[in-house]
């Protein structure tokens, strides 16, 4: 199956600095989204982006679909930024095989 | 709007106890999913279903059923619940592979076994 690497597994910030994470893919893909995953658990969706770049707010993101590797930038980090960032992959041509999802790269953001 | 529902929100079984999670969506999406998240990892598919009626096996399939009745719920079955099932698990919706359309999640459901 494919596979998903996200870099870098833990990151600690303070509070108002920039970070940039990173996912690399294995496949071509035909869905690729940023969750964060919240103290309380729940799975917010941040970005669907299979290629481009998007901007919401404080967060952008860039998939670079022909060399297999998707960013996820966020600027001037609040608190409310930690926990875990998650990329999740559908790979081309796989059906219904589902999102195959990274391990996530941990976020900690100190006041 | 509702989106994805999950219940229950928690719950504690004694091995070898029985008992089914709980899927609905209003979003009129062909394409659920079922993924169970360890400490420390990502989410694994678990089962998927295409519409209803249809349903397939994921990464990690071994010790649950799922069926579809309608396009709207898709319950997870635990038959006989053992410790290595202690997760949290989430359900998932989508427009369908393909689709140019991102798949949308419930608040899960953690599950403990004794």
């Known amino acids: 199956g494919i596979q998903v690497e996200q870099s870098p597994p833990d990151l600690i910030l303070q509070e108002g600095a920039n970070s940039t994470l990173r996912c690399n893919f294995s496949?071509?893909?035909?869905?690729l989204q940023w969750f964060h995953q919240n103290p309380w658990g729940q799975l917010i969706n941040l970005f669907y982006?299979?290629?481009g770049t998007k901007q919401n707010g404080r967060l952008s993101a860039t998939t670079v679909a022909t060399e297999r590797y998707s960013l996820l930038y966020i600027s001037s980090s609040q608190t409310t930024d930690s926990g875990v960032y998650f990329c999740?992959?559908?790979?081309?041509?796989?059906?219904?095989?589902?999102?195959?999802f990274g391990k996530g790269t941990h976020l900690i953001i100190q006041p | 709007n509702a989106g994805v529902t999950q219940t229950p929100k928690f719950q504690v079984l004694k091995t070898g106890q029985s008992m089914t999670l709980q899927c609905a969506q209003d979003?009129?999406?062909?394409?659920m999913s079922w993924y169970r998240q360890d400490p420390g990892m990502g989410l694994r598919l678990i089962h998927y279903?295409?519409?209803?009626?249809?349903?397939d096996q994921g990464e990690v399939p071994n010790g649950y059923n799922v069926s579809r009745s309608t396009t709207e719920d898709f319950p997870l079955r635990l038959l006989s619940a053992a410790p290595s099932q202690t997760s949290v698990y989430f359900c998932?919706?989508?427009?369908?592979?393909?689709?140019?359309?991102?798949?949308?999640f419930g608040d899960g459901t953690r599950l403990s076994i004794l």
């Open positions: 998932a919706s989508s427009y369908g592979p393909d689709s140019n359309q991102p798949q949308h």
């Open positions: 496949d071509s893909v035909n869905n």
């Open positions: 982006i299979p290629s």
């Open positions: 999740a992959v559908e790979r081309s041509g796989g059906g219904a095989d589902g999102l195959t």
């Open positions: 979003m009129n999406h062909e394409y």
């Open positions: 279903s295409v519409g209803a009626g249809i349903t």
